[in-house]
């Protein structure tokens, strides 16, 4: 496990990230910091609006203009992403670093054949335009789409939703990366299709050796797939650690909270859904010391001041002044 | 430390909508360019009879095509009479018809787009076809055809307006109907037993009035462009009344002795519809962006 | 495919069978006898009822509106009373010159429009794109008819750089595109700034989508981008524009051809608009209604040919 660690793909630390709107500076990523070891799976969870796509976009460096990075790094073999120029950004697009989109009805192009564009996409590679149409009906057969060689002259509108996603990822494999991020893939996906991209995924994953940027809100997928997890609020990390850690012995009351309203994870009958009460905050105007205070069923005196990343476990961490009551307790 | 203590929550004055939107158009030099044209055009041509310094029909003994001097600001046409004097009582005639008839085929549209948008589908199918028939014809050639048939006055050139504009009127009117429509609110109204005038009175109505008006506003220029065109082409406000488009036509005969009439004529037309467009664009970007694509 | 064809015509022939029924009542409603409004107050009691039999204006309203549709169906419009010859030739003679006018007008407005809409798109906010919005504004905004007249005044009466009337020497192909361009540039200057508003705005919003956002996430080039992924989504509603555009350029190409004294459809119709020669205006007006409807109908088989999701579609 620690040799993971050093030997990580991905690393980002203390990354803080404003959006500048005419309403104020919107301080939507606050102190982020995650490591992602070679081969592994990892997990990012939280609400909607929690900042997980916005901490993505950040690693692809597609974000919007009026996005501006004030603090931080994303180490990715080891260099600083944030300090690449454009084109060496692009250079690692679709090449080391590739991803797959959460709404696979809007992200294909719909007037361009699926082959057309899968073999824009290997515009790195030295190949004949035979060998790139071979290679793009090769990935296609194997993310399993049947007739994929005469499918390449099809068009996006002409596939179902969960093909649509097979593709996607066909297309994010095909220049057989290091990193591959998955933006909630399957969240615009039913139960079925969502089972059958996440066990694609997986043994997609064990064949290619690259590792995973998993983000959801759904946690039974996180449970299924990744072998780690980052549980975002409100643009901080709350807690991270495995996947073994993190969802038997959640140590920042955020997590509790979210494990228990999972749907995926009642059992019991129940009359009422049980929710998380209250709001995210606002992310121009941030409440006093730990964000999830307002919300906070267990918060005391001290939650009033920022709360540090608190060890919880061997590689297990969480922004919660309670883990500090119970170690000097 | 104290714990109790709460953050303490100022909400500043949120200042009306109105402010806003005058603040906005402050803010876009082309509306506030706009804005004031507009208010000038408006005040001289309510003035025009007062600021006119020559009666603009009375056909004068003076020199003839003269070009401008002291006495004659913009020169004289080709009857010897005052361009200046003709300008300024030509925008009467102008704003008067694009005022009279927009305000007919806003009306006229609002109703006819409510009647397809809210009654039975064959009516909205009647009335889409007739809108689409209207829109085939060239607004010239429909001009020219009913010039034809029924003769020119200022009250042909309003009916030609009118029919060709209550097109854009009722489509929009109509796609706004059709959207509030099935709204939830609606639909329980109606199972309340809420009847069809009350709901177009208290909840339709209110709700696409503001996009038509700005689209009235965006249509001035377009009507006063109608207007001078017939007039320019002889079919329009009758001679020796002066619409701009008159004094361009009177003045392209003698184009190549004097360009004076042409340049007198056409350089209030071109400011009028560049202001009255400037503000309605403005107008349109703070209150209703979407109805770019509509319109 | 053959259904959506069928269907347009339909459609088409709908509207050009409501167009000139309401040409016909409107001509109906008139107080007075049209043969007498046709010939003058002077003319014969004679003479008059000649002109009605041979315009059939003694038959009932309804039976004139079919058998003019009959006729209409055999490519006969009917005689042109003052020049004593079909319409259907005179409307065909005129026509060319209409269509030349039209096509290079809109040719020349989509070649810069489009680039300059793209332009904008990319570098949004930016000065030229502000600078090139206001112009866009003012050439739509400022009349037709004016910037004809001022085309002429500037670039033929003072310059001199370019001939002022007619459509130049017979078989002359240099003179008479020499005739052509200060009428196609006056007619088209306005388009551009429309094309070019329209290109800049749904560029914006094809940029925005998410498949925009896939194609950069794969490193393609920017350039590549623009050119190959977004321009051909985004100039879908243009072409349906232009395709209705089309038919309201004949409303410019009227006063185009009348300032520069081009014959045309627009000078016909206006000629006869004065001598009140109706069968010849009906014609005018059957002709442009249907250049109209062809016209919108092309534009949408481009944009299915453009648009796969449009195709399978049809």
Redesign the interface.
Same mark, same amino acid.
């Given at each position: 496990m620690p040799a993971d660690k050093h030997d990580g793909i991905l690393q980002i630390r203390d990354l803080s990230l404003a959006f500048r709107t005419p309403a104020g500076r919107l301080k939507v990523l606050r102190d982020i910091s995650l490591d992602l070891g070679r081969g592994r799976i990892l997990g990012i969870v939280g609400e909607s609006g929690c900042g997980k796509s916005t901490l993505i976009s950040t690693v692809m460096r597609l974000l919007p203009a009026n996005a501006e990075v004030t603090h931080g790094e994303i180490l990715f073999n080891g260099n600083d992403l944030l300090r690449k120029s454009e084109a060496e950004m692009r250079a690692l697009r679709g090449g080391r670093i590739s991803m797959v989109f959460q709404d696979p009805m809007t992200s294909l192009n719909p007037v361009l054949s699926i082959g057309r564009q899968m073999i824009d996409i290997q515009h790195r590679e030295r190949r004949s335009l035979r060998e790139k149409r071979e290679r793009a009906a090769d990935m296609l057969a194997r993310v399993g789409i049947p007739d994929a060689t005469s499918r390449l002259s099809a068009y996006p509108h002409q596939f179902s939703g969960g093909m649509r996603q097979r593709i996607a990822i066909a297309m994010a494999l095909m220049a057989e990366p290091d990193l591959l991020i998955a933006d909630e893939p399957t969240t615009a996906l039913d139960a079925t299709l969502e089972v059958q991209i996440v066990g694609l995924l997986e043994r997609l994953q064990e064949d290619f050796g690259c590792s995973i940027i998993f983000v959801t809100h759904h946690l039974g997928v996180v449970a299924e797939l990744c072998q780690d997890v980052v549980v975002m609020y409100a643009g901080e990390v709350a807690e991270s650690g495995s996947v073994r850690d993190v969802f038997h012995r959640p140590a920042h009351p955020y997590t509790e909270m979210l494990l228990r309203s999972d749907p995926g994870r009642i059992h019991e009958r129940t009359r009422q859904l049980p929710t998380i009460p209250g709001e995210i905050p606002s992310l121009i105007d941030l409440p006093e010391g730990c964000v999830f205070r307002p919300r906070c069923p267990k918060a005391f005196d001290r939650c009033f001041v920022a709360p540090p990343a608190y060890e919880a476990g061997h590689d297990h961490h969480a922004t919660c002044h309670l883990l500090a009551r119970e170690t000097v307790a | 430390?104290a &714990?109790t203590?709460t953050?303490p929550i100022t909400k500043p004055r949120l200042p009306g909508s109105f402010e806003i939107a005058f603040r906005l158009l402050l803010a876009n030099p082309?509306g506030l360019f706009g804005l004031c044209a507009v208010v000038l055009i408006v005040l001289t041509v309510i003035l025009a009879p007062w600021l006119a310094p020559y009666d603009p029909i009375r056909i004068m003994v003076g020199p003839r095509l003269a070009p401008p001097s002291l006495d004659h600001f913009l020169g004289t046409d080709q009857l010897g009479r005052d361009v200046f004097s003709r300008v300024l009582v030509g925008g009467r005639i102008a704003l008067l018809v694009a005022l009279a008839s927009i305000g007919a085929a806003l009306t006229l549209g609002l109703a006819l787009g409510l009647a397809a948008g809210f009654g039975p589908r064959w009516l909205d199918n009647a009335i889409m076809?007739?809108f689409?028939?209207v829109?085939?014809? @060239?607004?010239? %050639?429909f001009g020219?055809?009913?010039?034809?048939?029924?003769g020119p006055s200022l009250a042909t050139i309003i009916f030609i307006v009118v029919v060709t504009s209550i097109p854009t009127f009722g489509r929009v009117a109509r796609t706004q109907t059709m959207a509030i429509r099935n709204d939830e609110f609606i639909v329980a109204e109606t199972a309340m037993g809420a009847g069809a005038p009350r709901i177009v009175a208290v909840h339709i109505l209110p709700n696409i009035i503001g996009p038509l008006l700005i689209l009235a506003s965006m249509d001035i @220029?377009v009507v %006063?462009?109608i207007e &001078?065109?017939l007039s320019?082409?002889g079919?329009g406000v009758p001679p020796p009344a002066p619409s701009w488009g008159s004094i361009?036509s009177d003045g392209?005969s003698y %184009?190549?002795n004097t @360009?004076w009439p042409?340049?007198a004529g056409?350089i209030p037309? %071109?400011l009028t519809?560049?202001a009255?467009?400037?503000l309605g664009?403005a107008l349109r970007d703070i209150f209703d962006p979407k109805l770019?694509k509509d319109a | 495919m053959w259904l959506y064809l069928v269907r347009r015509m339909v459609l088409a022939i709908a509207i050009v069978a409501v167009a000139v029924t309401l040409l016909f009542t409107m001509i109906h409603m008139v107080p007075g006898d049209p043969a007498t409004i046709m010939l003058g107050p002077r003319a014969t009691p004679e003479l008059r009822e000649a002109l009605r039999l041979r315009l059939g204006l003694d038959e009932p309203f309804v039976v004139q509106v079919g058998s003019f549709f009959l006729s209409v169906l055999t490519g006969d419009l009917g005689i042109d009373i003052v020049r004593d010859q079909p319409v259907a030739d005179i409307v065909l003679r005129q026509l060319p010159y209409t269509v030349a006018l039209v096509l290079s007008a809109i040719g020349w407005a989509t070649l810069v429009g489009i680039p300059l809409g793209c332009f904008s798109a990319i570098r949004r906010n930016s000065l030229a794109d502000k600078l090139i919005a206001v112009l866009s504004v003012s050439f739509i905004a400022i009349p037709y008819f004016v910037i004809s007249i001022y085309t002429l005044l500037i670039f033929a009466v003072m310059l001199q750089w370019f001939p002022a009337i007619g459509v130049g020497e017979q078989g002359d192909i240099g003179s008479q595109i020499r005739h052509l361009v200060l009428p196609a540039f006056a007619v088209g200057i306005s388009w551009v700034g429309y094309i070019a508003r329209m290109v800049r705005a749904s560029m914006l919003e094809v940029l925005g989508e998410s498949h925009v956002r896939t194609a950069r996430a794969f490193g393609l080039s920017e350039w590549r981008i623009t050119f190959r992924y977004a321009l051909p989504i985004a100039v879908l509603p243009t072409v349906t524009i232009l395709g209705v555009g089309i038919g309201y350029l004949i409303s410019s190409a009227v006063f185009a051809e009348i300032v520069f004294s081009r014959p045309g459809i627009g000078s016909l119709i206006y000629e006869a608009v004065g001598q009140r020669n109706y069968p010849v205006v009906m014609g005018g007006v059957l002709i442009t209604t249907v250049l109209f409807v062809v016209s919108t109908t092309i534009a949408d088989l481009v944009n299915a040919a453009l648009d796969p999701r449009i195709r399978e579609k049809l």
């Open positions: - | 430390m &714990a203590e953050t082309l076809l007739l689409d028939t829109r085939s014809f @060239p607004v010239v %050639i020219l055809a009913t010039v034809t048939v029924v @220029p %006063i462009t &001078a065109g320019f082409l079919v361009l392209f %184009i190549r @360009p042409v340049i056409g037309l %071109i519809t560049l009255f467009t400037f664009e770019r | -």
